[in-house]
């Protein structure tokens, strides 16, 4: 184990080694420094454990030295050393943080004394830290459900990288739920204090993701009307997860690269760039070797985003997370919708789910629970409820009833839309109108639970098909 680092800062030389040398044999290591400028950059260099100063000092004087080491990190304690004259000077030393203040002349004994204090503290305090870190990751990675082999080892990935301040590059299929990882990262990370901030580079075309990623000025393009800021500036002192980051237009990535190597951002328009502290995570469906291998993806930009990947598996893959997520998603309905009646998913049922293959993964599997909610009639969803999955279904094409669509559940409208015969847009119909008016006619929440677009919905208004 590393000895602790005391740093001794004191105008004359001969007080300062005579300390040292006394700290040494206390089996400390000891960094000796003459004035205030001189130890300040002592402790830039390696960042001490407890700092020692004089207060009077020409130059830099001992309560510069506590507000410089305070920047550099307000957890390493500080005690000063006075003469019995400047006990005034000693209290505002206390007032900006010093740990103690000693009265010239002390006893070598008193000083061992409170540098073991000071040590004892500050060992108290990280491992106080070091605690609320793990914390703080274990309940991050509590959104990441599933009891599998496959996700207790992301789980372990994301604490782990969590800790460092590096480019993480997260890869899976699309619905996997990449951006829940990113979030995950970003809370169980030292910066969870700060912002989480992120972009989906396939949303927006390359001219509008450039002015979004980076920011620009007044006027400098037709319609900047007013400035932005930029995600960029926006993540400062905290995470920007680029979403999808493949499809990246080619010169956006050049950019990128550059605000990766010395982080500064240059908002469109601007004439100088602005400091930023962020981190980036970045995340995508796509095998970007093969990208850059065709000259679609920058070969230097990849390498400086993939320091840490985490690879999260399709959910075919972990098909012992299936019911657990289920459940969840369950709870999580029940929530937003309290006056459904379904409380329950039968074992039967959640047996049957973990066989699928969900090609959507994680998000197709919300979206039937949401579905689930929303049309049965009852307690407890069961096999019977499975074909909803493929909802609406395929029937017999006849002439539609002439009664008007009913308006109990679906399971009854699936049954008796079979044996009377109804078209398949007659039965569309009336599973879209049962879904909307469950909604509240919400359409964005019904849109969800039918996998369709939400303009889909208005042209069904209109008297159009799902299809049309």
Known sequence: MDRPLVLVIDDHEEMARLMADQLGDLGLAVRVATGGAQA????????????????????????????????????????VMTAFGAVDSAVEAMRRGAFHYLAKPFRMEELALQVERALGDRRLRQENADLRRLAGARAATASLIGPSVAM?????????????????????????????????????????GGPFVAVNCTALPASLLESELFGHGRGAFTGASSPRRGLFLEADGGTLLLDEIGDMPADLQSRLLRVLEDGMVRPVGADRPRKVDVRVLAATHQPLEARVAEGRFRGDLFYRLDVVPVLLPPLRERQADVPALASHFLEEARRSWPELPVRRLSPALLSALARRPWPGNVRELRNFVQRLVVLVDGPQADLTHLALLDAPPTVPTTAPPSHPAPSTAPPGLLSRGAEEGWTLRALEHAYIEQVMRRCGGNKSQAARILDVNPSTLYRWERGGSRRD
């Open 152 to 192: 207790e080892s992301v789980r372990a990935r994301i604490e782990r990288v969590a800790r460092v301040d590096l480019p993480v590059l997260i890869r899976g299929e699309s619905g996997s739920g990449k951006e829940l990882v990113a979030r995950a990262i970003h809370d169980a990370s030292p910066r969870a």
């Open 40 to 79: 300040l950059d002592l402790a830039r260099q390696a960042l001490p454990d407890l700092v020692l100063t004089d207060l009077r000092m020409p130059g830099l004087d001992g309560l510069d030295v506590i507000d410089g080491i305070r920047a550099l990190d307000p957890t390493v304690p500080v005690i």
